[in-house]
Protein backbone atom coordinates (compact mmCIF):
# COMPACT_ATOMS: atom_id res chain seq x y z
CA UNK A 1 0.00 0.00 0.00
CA UNK A 2 1.29 3.86 -0.93
CA UNK A 3 1.83 5.75 2.30
CA UNK A 4 2.30 8.94 2.15
CA UNK A 5 5.26 9.93 4.70
CA UNK A 6 7.02 13.22 6.22
CA UNK A 7 10.70 12.73 6.61
CA UNK A 8 12.00 15.70 9.25
CA UNK A 9 15.51 16.38 8.84
CA UNK A 10 16.92 16.01 5.83
CA UNK A 11 21.20 16.12 5.90
CA UNK A 12 22.68 12.53 5.27
CA UNK A 13 20.37 10.47 7.57
CA UNK A 14 16.96 12.18 6.45
CA UNK A 15 18.04 12.54 2.98
CA UNK A 16 18.52 9.14 1.94
CA UNK A 17 15.70 7.75 4.13
CA UNK A 18 13.35 10.33 2.02
CA UNK A 19 14.74 8.79 -1.01
CA UNK A 20 14.58 5.19 -0.04
CA UNK A 21 11.13 5.34 1.18
CA UNK A 22 10.23 6.99 -2.42
CA UNK A 23 12.14 3.87 -3.66
CA UNK A 24 10.03 1.81 -1.93
CA UNK A 25 6.48 3.60 -3.87
CA UNK A 26 5.78 5.68 -1.21
CA UNK A 27 4.39 9.38 -1.48
CA UNK A 28 7.37 11.37 0.50
CA UNK A 29 7.74 15.00 1.20
CA UNK A 30 10.96 15.69 3.48
CA UNK A 31 10.80 18.91 5.41
CA UNK A 32 13.93 21.23 6.14
CA UNK A 33 14.71 24.73 8.16
CA UNK A 34 17.47 25.25 5.23
CA UNK A 35 15.97 26.94 2.41
CA UNK A 36 18.85 26.44 0.69
CA UNK A 37 19.33 22.79 1.25
CA UNK A 38 15.81 22.37 -0.12
CA UNK A 39 15.81 24.16 -3.27
CA UNK A 40 19.00 21.72 -3.84
CA UNK A 41 17.34 18.82 -3.11
CA UNK A 42 13.82 19.72 -4.62
CA UNK A 43 16.32 19.66 -8.29
CA UNK A 44 17.12 16.14 -7.64
CA UNK A 45 20.54 16.92 -6.63
CA UNK A 46 22.34 16.32 -3.69
CA UNK A 47 24.17 18.51 -1.14
CA UNK A 48 26.28 15.85 0.04
CA UNK A 49 28.42 13.30 -1.51
CA UNK A 50 26.90 10.08 -1.21
CA UNK A 51 26.89 6.71 -3.70
CA UNK A 52 23.79 6.34 -5.54
CA UNK A 53 21.95 9.45 -3.64
CA UNK A 54 21.83 11.90 -6.75
CA UNK A 55 20.23 9.49 -8.95
CA UNK A 56 17.34 8.24 -6.59
CA UNK A 57 16.42 12.06 -5.61
CA UNK A 58 16.52 12.59 -9.70
CA UNK A 59 14.22 9.81 -10.42
CA UNK A 60 11.72 10.44 -7.55
CA UNK A 61 11.84 13.88 -8.03
CA UNK A 62 11.04 13.76 -11.34
CA UNK A 63 7.94 11.67 -11.13
CA UNK A 64 6.63 13.90 -8.21
CA UNK A 65 6.90 11.40 -5.70
CA UNK A 66 9.27 13.30 -3.65
CA UNK A 67 9.42 16.51 -2.94
CA UNK A 68 11.33 19.09 -0.20
CA UNK A 69 9.88 21.86 1.78
CA UNK A 70 10.44 23.95 4.55
CA UNK A 71 6.46 24.32 5.40
CA UNK A 72 5.51 21.86 8.37
CA UNK A 73 1.80 22.90 7.30
CA UNK A 74 2.64 20.94 3.94
CA UNK A 75 2.98 17.50 5.72
CA UNK A 76 1.22 18.06 9.22
CA UNK A 77 -2.28 16.51 8.52
CA UNK A 78 -1.08 14.72 5.00
CA UNK A 79 1.32 12.39 6.20
CA UNK A 80 0.05 9.34 7.30
CA UNK A 81 3.39 8.71 9.00
CA UNK A 82 6.27 11.31 10.34
CA UNK A 83 10.05 10.45 10.66
CA UNK A 84 12.24 12.51 12.59
CA UNK A 85 15.79 12.24 11.17
CA UNK A 86 17.15 15.29 13.13
CA UNK A 87 21.05 15.39 14.21
CA UNK A 88 21.53 14.50 17.71
CA UNK A 89 24.89 16.36 18.32
CA UNK A 90 27.80 15.85 21.30
CA UNK A 91 26.43 18.82 23.88
CA UNK A 92 29.59 20.21 25.85
CA UNK A 93 29.64 17.30 28.12
CA UNK A 94 29.46 14.74 25.56
CA UNK A 95 25.73 14.49 26.04
CA UNK A 96 23.71 14.01 23.23
CA UNK A 97 22.01 17.61 22.09
CA UNK A 98 18.50 16.96 21.66
CA UNK A 99 17.58 20.86 21.14
CA UNK A 100 16.87 19.75 16.93
CA UNK A 101 14.03 17.10 17.73
CA UNK A 102 13.45 19.16 20.21
CA UNK A 103 12.65 22.14 17.84
CA UNK A 104 10.70 19.61 15.24
CA UNK A 105 8.83 18.37 17.66
CA UNK A 106 7.59 21.83 18.89
CA UNK A 107 7.30 23.14 15.03
CA UNK A 108 5.11 19.80 14.34
CA UNK A 109 3.12 18.88 17.50
CA UNK A 110 0.60 22.13 17.31
CA UNK A 111 -0.48 21.46 13.51
CA UNK A 112 -1.17 17.82 14.46
CA UNK A 113 -4.94 17.82 14.14
CA UNK A 114 -5.68 14.11 13.36
CA UNK A 115 -4.38 10.66 14.84
CA UNK A 116 -1.27 10.24 13.61
CA UNK A 117 2.14 8.02 14.25
CA UNK A 118 5.36 10.14 14.50
CA UNK A 119 8.81 7.38 13.99
CA UNK A 120 11.80 8.83 15.84
CA UNK A 121 15.39 7.45 13.56
CA UNK A 122 17.79 9.32 15.41
CA UNK A 123 20.37 8.25 17.61
CA UNK A 124 19.29 9.43 21.55
CA UNK A 125 19.78 8.93 24.82
CA UNK A 126 17.39 5.62 25.98
CA UNK A 127 14.44 7.29 27.49
CA UNK A 128 14.01 10.06 25.01
CA UNK A 129 11.12 8.63 22.85
CA UNK A 130 8.84 8.29 26.12
CA UNK A 131 9.71 11.95 26.15
CA UNK A 132 9.37 13.27 22.96
CA UNK A 133 5.68 11.68 22.62
CA UNK A 134 4.45 13.46 26.23
CA UNK A 135 5.78 16.82 24.56
CA UNK A 136 3.54 15.95 21.16
CA UNK A 137 0.70 14.89 23.01
CA UNK A 138 0.87 18.27 25.02
CA UNK A 139 1.10 20.49 22.24
CA UNK A 140 -0.98 18.45 19.50
CA UNK A 141 -4.91 19.39 19.46
CA UNK A 142 -4.82 15.18 18.53
CA UNK A 143 -3.19 14.68 21.93
CA UNK A 144 -3.15 11.18 22.94
CA UNK A 145 -3.88 10.15 19.16
CA UNK A 146 -0.55 11.12 18.51
CA UNK A 147 1.86 7.75 19.08
CA UNK A 148 5.89 7.99 18.99
CA UNK A 149 7.76 4.93 17.61
CA UNK A 150 11.30 3.88 17.20
CA UNK A 151 13.16 2.46 14.16
CA UNK A 152 16.62 3.61 14.25
CA UNK A 153 18.84 3.83 11.29
CA UNK A 154 22.33 1.58 11.34
CA UNK A 155 22.99 3.35 7.86
CA UNK A 156 26.61 3.90 6.97
CA UNK A 157 28.19 7.09 4.80
CA UNK A 158 29.90 5.25 1.81
CA UNK A 159 27.09 3.13 1.66
CA UNK A 160 23.96 4.93 2.76
CA UNK A 161 21.58 4.22 -0.01
CA UNK A 162 22.53 0.30 0.09
CA UNK A 163 21.64 0.10 3.59
CA UNK A 164 18.82 1.75 3.13
CA UNK A 165 17.34 -0.08 0.36
CA UNK A 166 18.63 -3.36 2.00
CA UNK A 167 19.27 -3.04 5.88
CA UNK A 168 20.65 -5.75 7.26
CA UNK A 169 17.75 -5.95 10.41
CA UNK A 170 14.81 -3.55 10.74
CA UNK A 171 13.99 -2.64 14.88
CA UNK A 172 10.05 -1.65 15.43
CA UNK A 173 10.27 -0.33 18.70
CA UNK A 174 6.30 0.79 19.32
CA UNK A 175 3.88 0.34 22.48
CA UNK A 176 0.58 -0.03 20.48
CA UNK A 177 -0.49 -2.77 17.43
CA UNK A 178 -1.58 -0.42 15.24
CA UNK A 179 1.65 1.63 15.16
CA UNK A 180 3.48 -1.50 14.55
CA UNK A 181 1.35 -2.38 11.49
CA UNK A 182 1.67 0.95 10.06
CA UNK A 183 5.61 0.44 10.24
CA UNK A 184 5.08 -2.88 8.51
CA UNK A 185 3.42 -0.94 5.71
CA UNK A 186 5.90 1.14 5.05
CA UNK A 187 8.39 -1.70 5.53
CA UNK A 188 6.54 -3.42 3.53
CA UNK A 189 9.53 -4.00 0.62
CA UNK A 190 11.95 -5.10 2.66
CA UNK A 191 9.69 -7.11 4.66
CA UNK A 192 9.09 -9.24 1.38
CA UNK A 193 12.97 -9.69 0.99
CA UNK A 194 12.94 -11.66 4.52
CA UNK A 195 14.88 -9.03 6.69
CA UNK A 196 14.91 -9.93 10.29
CA UNK A 197 13.10 -7.85 12.21
CA UNK A 198 13.46 -7.22 15.53
CA UNK A 199 9.61 -6.02 17.26
CA UNK A 200 10.22 -4.51 20.87
CA UNK A 201 9.51 -2.03 23.43
CA UNK A 202 10.55 1.95 22.81
CA UNK A 203 13.43 1.73 25.46
CA UNK A 204 14.89 -1.61 23.69
CA UNK A 205 14.40 0.05 20.44
CA UNK A 206 16.82 3.53 21.24
CA UNK A 207 19.43 0.89 23.08
CA UNK A 208 19.88 -1.50 20.15
CA UNK A 209 21.26 1.42 17.98
CA UNK A 210 23.28 2.60 20.76
CA UNK A 211 24.55 -0.60 21.52
CA UNK A 212 25.50 -1.70 18.15
CA UNK A 213 27.70 1.74 17.68
CA UNK A 214 29.22 0.69 21.00
CA UNK A 215 30.18 -2.60 19.94
CA UNK A 216 31.60 -1.65 16.99
CA UNK A 217 33.66 1.44 18.88
CA UNK A 218 35.18 -1.72 21.12
CA UNK A 219 35.99 -4.24 18.47
CA UNK A 220 38.30 -1.14 16.50
CA UNK A 221 39.59 -0.50 19.63
CA UNK A 222 40.36 -3.76 21.02
CA UNK A 223 42.42 -4.48 17.66
CA UNK A 224 43.83 -1.22 17.90
CA UNK A 225 45.08 -2.40 21.35
CA UNK A 226 46.41 -5.66 20.07
CA UNK A 227 48.07 -3.67 17.69
CA UNK A 228 50.23 -1.99 20.57
CA UNK A 229 51.05 -5.52 21.81
CA UNK A 230 52.47 -6.70 18.63
CA UNK A 231 54.02 -3.39 18.05
CA UNK A 232 55.93 -4.06 21.36
CA UNK A 233 55.95 -7.76 21.31
CA UNK A 234 57.23 -7.97 17.49
CA UNK A 235 53.66 -9.48 16.18
CA UNK A 236 51.56 -8.46 13.08
CA UNK A 237 48.22 -7.57 13.78
CA UNK A 238 46.94 -8.19 10.21
CA UNK A 239 47.47 -11.47 10.65
CA UNK A 240 46.52 -11.48 14.04
CA UNK A 241 42.61 -10.37 12.65
CA UNK A 242 42.39 -12.80 10.22
CA UNK A 243 43.17 -15.32 12.22
CA UNK A 244 40.91 -14.14 14.95
CA UNK A 245 38.87 -13.02 12.23
CA UNK A 246 38.29 -17.08 10.97
CA UNK A 247 36.24 -17.92 13.88
CA UNK A 248 32.90 -17.08 12.75
CA UNK A 249 31.67 -16.16 16.45
CA UNK A 250 34.36 -13.29 16.25
CA UNK A 251 34.21 -12.27 12.52
CA UNK A 252 37.19 -10.35 10.85
CA UNK A 253 35.22 -6.96 10.12
CA UNK A 254 35.69 -4.17 12.31
CA UNK A 255 39.06 -5.82 13.25
CA UNK A 256 41.21 -2.68 10.97
CA UNK A 257 43.88 -1.38 13.18
CA UNK A 258 45.13 1.91 12.66
CA UNK A 259 44.17 4.92 13.26
CA UNK A 260 40.77 4.37 14.62
CA UNK A 261 37.02 5.35 14.49
CA UNK A 262 35.80 9.19 13.56
CA UNK A 263 32.84 10.49 11.66
CA UNK A 264 30.25 11.91 12.91
CA UNK A 265 28.56 9.25 14.68
CA UNK A 266 30.41 6.39 16.64
CA UNK A 267 32.32 8.78 18.44
CA UNK A 268 29.48 11.10 19.58
CA UNK A 269 26.97 8.44 19.99
CA UNK A 270 29.66 6.18 22.54
CA UNK A 271 30.41 9.56 24.27
CA UNK A 272 26.74 10.20 25.03
CA UNK A 273 26.21 6.68 25.73
CA UNK A 274 28.46 7.12 28.62
CA UNK A 275 26.88 9.83 29.94
CA UNK A 276 23.53 7.88 29.85
CA UNK A 277 25.22 5.21 31.58
CA UNK A 278 26.80 7.30 34.55
CA UNK A 279 22.99 9.04 34.73
CA UNK A 280 21.51 5.58 35.33
CA UNK A 281 24.26 4.55 37.82
CA UNK A 282 25.50 1.94 35.26
CA UNK A 283 28.86 2.90 35.81
CA UNK A 284 30.44 -0.10 34.31
CA UNK A 285 29.44 0.44 30.95
CA UNK A 286 30.63 4.37 31.25
CA UNK A 287 34.07 2.60 32.42
CA UNK A 288 34.07 0.70 29.43
CA UNK A 289 33.49 3.49 26.92
CA UNK A 290 35.96 5.86 28.40
CA UNK A 291 38.23 2.73 27.57
CA UNK A 292 37.34 2.27 24.18
CA UNK A 293 37.65 6.16 23.53
CA UNK A 294 41.21 6.49 25.46
CA UNK A 295 42.88 3.38 23.09
CA UNK A 296 41.26 5.70 19.97
CA UNK A 297 42.38 9.03 20.68
CA UNK A 298 46.24 7.39 21.53
CA UNK A 299 45.98 6.11 18.07
CA UNK A 300 46.02 9.62 16.90
CA UNK A 301 48.67 10.59 18.96
CA UNK A 302 50.59 7.26 18.41
CA UNK A 303 50.52 7.96 14.53
CA UNK A 304 52.01 11.78 14.84
CA UNK A 305 54.87 10.29 17.56
CA UNK A 306 55.80 7.77 14.83
CA UNK A 307 56.61 10.57 11.94
CA UNK A 308 57.89 12.57 14.86
CA UNK A 309 60.20 9.68 15.57
CA UNK A 310 61.29 9.80 12.41
CA UNK A 311 62.19 12.86 11.82
CA UNK A 312 64.83 12.43 14.73
CA UNK A 313 62.12 13.81 16.91
CA UNK A 314 61.22 17.35 15.82
CA UNK A 315 59.58 18.16 12.58
CA UNK A 316 59.33 21.63 13.04
CA UNK A 317 60.39 23.40 9.79
CA UNK A 318 59.59 20.20 7.88
CA UNK A 319 57.74 19.16 4.85
CA UNK A 320 55.16 17.00 5.79
CA UNK A 321 52.28 15.44 3.17
CA UNK A 322 49.18 13.95 4.12
CA UNK A 323 46.98 11.05 1.91
CA UNK A 324 43.81 11.36 2.90
CA UNK A 325 41.40 14.04 4.93
CA UNK A 326 38.23 11.90 4.98
CA UNK A 327 37.36 10.24 8.43
CA UNK A 328 37.22 7.33 5.77
CA UNK A 329 37.79 6.50 2.10
CA UNK A 330 34.68 6.78 0.10
CA UNK A 331 32.89 10.05 1.95
CA UNK A 332 33.65 14.16 1.91
CA UNK A 333 33.05 13.89 5.53
CA UNK A 334 35.68 15.43 7.90
CA UNK A 335 33.81 15.56 10.99
CA UNK A 336 36.14 13.89 13.46
CA UNK A 337 38.81 12.59 11.00
CA UNK A 338 41.73 10.78 12.52
CA UNK A 339 43.94 12.00 9.32
CA UNK A 340 42.76 15.55 10.34
CA UNK A 341 43.94 15.27 14.24
CA UNK A 342 47.21 13.80 13.28
CA UNK A 343 47.83 16.82 10.38
CA UNK A 344 47.09 18.90 13.42
CA UNK A 345 48.95 17.30 15.61
CA UNK A 346 52.09 17.59 13.21
CA UNK A 347 51.21 21.21 12.37
CA UNK A 348 51.35 22.17 15.55
CA UNK A 349 54.80 20.91 16.27
CA UNK A 350 55.86 23.36 13.35
CA UNK A 351 55.43 21.16 10.28
CA UNK A 352 54.62 22.63 6.78
CA UNK A 353 51.53 20.56 6.52
CA UNK A 354 49.73 19.16 2.68
CA UNK A 355 47.04 17.57 2.48
CA UNK A 356 45.36 15.73 -0.41
CA UNK A 357 42.02 14.29 -0.27
CA UNK A 358 40.38 12.71 -3.61
CA UNK A 359 36.76 14.24 -1.90
CA UNK A 360 37.02 16.26 1.11
CA UNK A 361 37.30 20.10 0.88
CA UNK A 362 39.38 21.78 3.81
CA UNK A 363 38.95 25.60 4.95
CA UNK A 364 42.68 26.67 4.19
CA UNK A 365 44.72 27.50 6.99
CA UNK A 366 48.31 29.01 7.70
CA UNK A 367 50.70 26.34 6.81
CA UNK A 368 47.97 23.60 6.88
CA UNK A 369 47.69 23.53 2.74
CA UNK A 370 44.60 21.48 1.33
CA UNK A 371 46.19 20.33 -2.53
CA UNK A 372 44.56 18.95 -5.86
CA UNK A 373 46.75 15.95 -6.24
CA UNK A 374 49.22 13.52 -4.49
CA UNK A 375 52.27 14.48 -6.68
CA UNK A 376 51.66 18.25 -5.43
CA UNK A 377 51.60 16.82 -1.60
CA UNK A 378 54.55 15.03 -2.26
CA UNK A 379 56.84 17.65 -3.60
CA UNK A 380 60.12 18.28 -1.54
CA UNK A 381 57.82 16.39 1.31
CA UNK A 382 60.38 15.16 4.29
CA UNK A 383 57.57 12.83 5.00
CA UNK A 384 54.46 11.45 3.69
CA UNK A 385 51.57 9.94 5.69
CA UNK A 386 49.16 7.49 4.77
CA UNK A 387 45.83 8.17 6.65
CA UNK A 388 42.71 7.43 4.83
CA UNK A 389 42.77 4.02 3.18
CA UNK A 390 41.41 5.29 -0.19
CA UNK A 391 41.78 2.68 -3.39
CA UNK A 392 43.79 4.75 -5.36
CA UNK A 393 46.36 5.58 -2.94
CA UNK A 394 47.19 1.97 -3.45
CA UNK A 395 47.35 2.18 -7.05
CA UNK A 396 50.32 4.89 -6.74
CA UNK A 397 53.42 3.85 -8.07
CA UNK A 398 56.43 4.17 -5.19
CA UNK A 399 59.28 4.58 -7.74
CA UNK A 400 57.74 8.00 -9.70
CA UNK A 401 56.43 9.42 -6.17
CA UNK A 402 60.36 8.69 -4.69
CA UNK A 403 61.61 10.92 -7.28
CA UNK A 404 59.25 14.18 -6.20
CA UNK A 405 60.18 13.63 -2.14
CA UNK A 406 63.04 14.76 -0.32
CA UNK A 407 63.20 11.83 1.69
CA UNK A 408 61.15 8.54 1.16
CA UNK A 409 59.70 7.84 4.14
CA UNK A 410 56.12 7.10 4.64
CA UNK A 411 53.99 6.41 7.50
CA UNK A 412 51.13 4.08 6.85
CA UNK A 413 48.64 4.53 9.67
CA UNK A 414 46.02 2.34 8.09
CA UNK A 415 47.84 -0.73 7.12
CA UNK A 416 46.81 -1.16 3.39
CA UNK A 417 49.74 -0.34 1.64
CA UNK A 418 51.62 -2.96 -0.43
CA UNK A 419 55.19 -3.25 1.72
CA UNK A 420 57.00 -4.72 -0.78
CA UNK A 421 56.10 -2.18 -3.83
CA UNK A 422 57.30 0.67 -1.13
CA UNK A 423 60.05 -0.88 0.05
CA UNK A 424 61.80 -2.14 -3.50
CA UNK A 425 60.84 1.17 -4.48
CA UNK A 426 63.63 2.38 -1.64
CA UNK A 427 60.94 4.16 0.66
CA UNK A 428 61.12 3.55 4.59
CA UNK A 429 57.79 2.25 5.67
CA UNK A 430 56.62 2.29 8.60
CA UNK A 431 53.56 0.81 9.55
CA UNK A 432 51.42 1.57 13.07
CA UNK A 433 51.17 -1.85 14.67
CA UNK A 434 53.61 -3.70 12.99
CA UNK A 435 57.24 -3.99 15.13
CA UNK A 436 59.37 -3.75 12.42
CA UNK A 437 60.74 -0.93 10.56
CA UNK A 438 60.72 -1.83 7.18
C1 LIG B 1 28.73 3.97 11.79
C2 LIG B 1 28.00 2.63 11.93
O1 LIG B 1 28.68 1.61 11.17
C3 LIG B 1 26.56 2.76 11.44
O2 LIG B 1 25.86 1.56 11.62
C4 LIG B 1 25.89 3.88 12.22
O3 LIG B 1 24.56 4.06 11.75
C5 LIG B 1 26.67 5.17 12.07
O4 LIG B 1 28.02 4.98 12.49
P1 LIG B 1 29.88 5.28 9.75
O5 LIG B 1 30.35 6.29 10.75
O6 LIG B 1 29.27 5.77 8.48
O7 LIG B 1 28.80 4.27 10.40
O8 LIG B 1 31.17 4.45 9.31
P2 LIG B 1 31.81 3.03 9.56
O9 LIG B 1 32.01 2.39 8.25
O10 LIG B 1 31.08 2.27 10.59
O11 LIG B 1 33.25 3.46 10.10
C6 LIG B 1 33.39 4.16 11.34
C7 LIG B 1 34.84 4.47 11.60
O12 LIG B 1 35.53 3.30 12.02
C8 LIG B 1 35.63 5.01 10.40
O13 LIG B 1 36.44 6.09 10.85
C9 LIG B 1 36.49 3.85 9.97
O14 LIG B 1 37.69 4.26 9.36
C10 LIG B 1 36.75 3.16 11.31
N1 LIG B 1 37.05 1.72 11.19
C11 LIG B 1 36.10 0.87 10.69
C12 LIG B 1 38.28 1.23 11.61
O15 LIG B 1 39.14 1.98 12.09
N2 LIG B 1 38.52 -0.11 11.54
C13 LIG B 1 37.60 -0.99 11.05
O16 LIG B 1 37.88 -2.20 11.01
C14 LIG B 1 36.35 -0.49 10.60
Redesign the pocket.
Same mark, same amino acid.
Given at each position: MTLRISVIGTNYLGATHAAGMAEFGHHVIGVDIDDDRVKILNAGQSHIYEVGLEPLLEQHTASGRLRFTTDYTAVADWADVHFLALGTPSGPDGAADLSQLHAAVDALGPLLTRPTLVVGKS?VPVGTAVALEQRLRRLAPAGDGVEIAWNP? $? &??????VE?TLRPDRLVFGTHSAPALHLLEEVYAIPLTDRTPVVRCDLATAELI?VA??AF??T??SF??AMAQMCQAAGGDVTLLADAIGYDKRIGR? $? &????????????PK?IAALAVRADELGVHVLGNLIHAVEAINDGQRAEVAELAIAQAGGDVHGLTVAVLGAS???G?DDTRN??ALTVAELLHARGAQVRVFDPQARLPTRDGFTQVASVEEALRDADITLHL??WPEFRQLDPVELGTLVRHKVIIDG?LKLHVPSWTDAGWKLVQIGRAATL
Amino acid at each position: MTLRISVIGTNYLGATHAAGMAEFGHHVIGVDIDDDRVKILNAGQSHIYEVGLEPLLEQHTASGRLRFTTDYTAVADWADVHFLALGTPSGPDGAADLSQLHAAVDALGPLLTRPTLVVGKSTVPVGTAVALEQRLRRLAPAGDGVEIAWNPE $F &LREASAVEDTLRPDRLVFGTHSAPALHLLEEVYAIPLTDRTPVVRCDLATAELIKVAANAFLATKISFINAMAQMCQAAGGDVTLLADAIGYDKRIGRD $F &LNAGLGFGGGCLPKDIAALAVRADELGVHVLGNLIHAVEAINDGQRAEVAELAIAQAGGDVHGLTVAVLGASYKPGTDDTRNSPALTVAELLHARGAQVRVFDPQARLPTRDGFTQVASVEEALRDADITLHLTEWPEFRQLDPVELGTLVRHKVIIDGRLKLHVPSWTDAGWKLVQIGRAATL
